[in-house]
């Protein structure tokens, strides 16, 4: 046996997934008679190029010494103490790029609170939108941060995913004083706004009655003020802001940011579509299609409309009846269902939709990594008896192993894909919805994957949620006055189902669930 082929079979060096770490250590137990040199180390690492930092020679030598010793403790037979691998070399990770970042000046852009009354609370009163006078100091920008390649074990560059940081914009209506953190004034006055990375004092645009013929559709990139009604049919589409101080009939709306409606939402059977960015907040909602990015307000009530929503339904005082509902992070309500047993669905955490698309990645999975094994265990004879085969067995040996790495990294792609379709549509923690008064016969309540029909009423206030119980999860209800809790009947979704329809798109920045502005005053 060539020298090559000794350090081969004797010694192995595993190189971490991240390809920052190599660790040495040996194929197989111990036993007398084996001998591991310090030349055999170096060039076993010379051999699978690994590049050799200063301490090179000490680590191997530390592997050597504890080879050694229990090769000894074999020869006498005494039981080998465990040979723990040894870190032969270390790479240097890539360093990412720092985003820019505005620090505001609290003293001009603090925001206010919601006023809350003795039986209500009154959304509308939030004091988020930020008014500023001219020359007013609103903060400073810091510049981003440069990137540092790195290097691998391999001596190999290991660059960051992103090279530069990314700056902050300063948009219109907006001075700058200084180098490096500049310091920002208002040029004009206005409302100031921080969205996507970029900030700017922008006007509003208004339309002074209805939103009609007169006006026609609306397609702008400020926020719009309708102070009367959006009629059925028309479009309105900014990248900011949404007002609506009477009715929303049935039209086709779309916001970059968020919605605000003082009257009711009418969709006339779900003819009309909204399509909201951020928040929505409006009175009550008939017939209606609404998809959010954020929180859903409302005073009053939902009649026979679909809305999802990637944030909270915050609605403690109104009543749901039909239609269906997915809130993302759970939420408040007052009445689910009727008298009258209407069917009226509400799904909160992660939507089954997703859940069913992860099952089939998860599928997939499985499908390629059981090919790798069996490729693999073909293999194995074969790499056993390495010299014996001719060249074209050889070759096509090694296409065989690289066809198996190639199903290895598509599983890794996909577990990839997996926990970021997990990051991006799973709630920011466990989603939980408060009844306060009364939950209907008819209505059916899903908490990630499980699911319940209520076949009898719920009284309130009970808090819905899912709790292990006896090492099993189960959709609990529990009593808010006396904390008792009730473990109701559920059963599993089929996840194996083909997903109804594809993947949500996502929102480019989610706002926190408790921001929610407010229209400017009449």
Do not use: W
Not at 16 to 33: C, K, N, V
Not at 231 to 260: C, I, M, N, P
Request: charge should be negative; glycine fraction near 8%.
């Amino acid at each position: 046996m060539t020298d090559v082929a000794r350090q081969s079979s004797t010694l192995l060096i595993d190189v971490s997934a991240d390809r920052l770490h190599a660790y040495m250590r040996l194929a197989l137990p111990p036993t007398a008679g084996l001998s591991v040199t310090l030349e055999d180390v170096l060039a076993e690492v010379e051999r699978r190029g690994i590049l050799a930092g200063e301490d090179l020679s000490a680590r191997a030598a530390e592997f050597v010494q504890s080879v050694a010793t229990a090769v000894a403790a074999a020869a006498s037979g005494e039981s080998a103490p465990p040979i723990e691998p040894v870190l032969l070399a270390q790479g240097v990770p890539a360093v990412e790029a720092v985003d820019g970042r505005f620090e505001p000046n609290e003293e001009v852009l603090g925001g206010g609170k919601p006023c809350e009354q003795a039986d209500q609370v009154d959304y509308f009163a939030f004091n988020t939108i930020v008014t500023v006078a001219a020359g007013a100091r609103l903060g400073r920008v810091i510049p981003p941060e440069p990137s540092q390649v790195g290097r691998d074990v391999y001596g190999r560059e290991l660059r960051p995913r992103c090279a530069r940081g990314t700056a902050v914009q300063i948009g219109s209506g907006i001075v700058t004083e200084g180098e490096g953190a500049v310091e920002c004034l208002a040029a004009t006055p206005g409302r100031f706004v921080e969205r996507f990375g970029r900030i700017s004092v922008d006007p509003v645009l208004e339309i002074p009655g209805d939103l009609d013929f007169d006006t026609g559709n609306i397609d702008s990139c400020v926020d719009v003020h309708v102070r009367g009604t959006v009629r059925a049919r028309f479009s309105v589409q900014t990248e900011r802001d949404l007002y609506v101080d009477k009715v929303l009939e049935a039209a086709h709306v779309r916001t970059g940011g968020q919605l605000f409606v003082r009257g009711g939402v009418f969709g006339n059977e779900q003819s009309g579509s909204i399509d909201v960015g951020g928040n929505a907040t409006v009175h009550l909602l008939n017939e209606a299609v609404l998809n959010a990015g954020g929180d859903l307000l409302i005073s009053r009530e939902i009649l026979n409309s679909r809305v999802t929503l990637r944030g909270r339904l915050v609605a403690p005082q109104s009543t749901i009846i039909g239609g269906t509902l997915y809130a993302r992070c759970g939420g408040e309500v007052c009445v689910l269902g009727s008298d009258a047993a209407v069917t009226t669905p509400l799904s909160i955490g992660i939507s089954v939709n997703v859940l069913r698309h992860i099952r089939q990645r998860e599928i997939q999975i499985r499908t390629l990594q059981k090919s790798a094994e069996q490729i693999r265990e073909t293999l194995k004879p074969l790499i056993a008896n390495l010299k014996r085969l001719n060249p074209a067995q050889r070759e096509r040996a090694t296409e065989l192993m690289a066809r198996a790495d190639e199903f290895e990294f598509e599983v890794d792609r996909i577990r990839t894909e997996v926990d970021q379709l997990r990051a991006q549509h799973a709630p920011p923690e466990p989603a939980t919805l408060l009844i306060q008064e009364l939950a209907h016969p008819g209505v059916t309540l899903t908490v990630d994957a499980r699911e319940v029909a209520l076949h009898d009423r719920l009284h309130g206030p009970v808090r819905i949620e899912i709790r292990p119980v006896q090492g099993a999860s189960e959709v609990v209800a529990v009593n808010q006055r006396t904390a008792s809790v009730t473990v109701l009947p559920s059963c599993e979704t089929d996840l194996n189902l083909p997903p109804t329809e594809p993947l949500p798109k996502e929102v480019s920045q989610e706002k926190p669930h408790d921001v929610v502005d407010r229209p400017p005053a009449a």
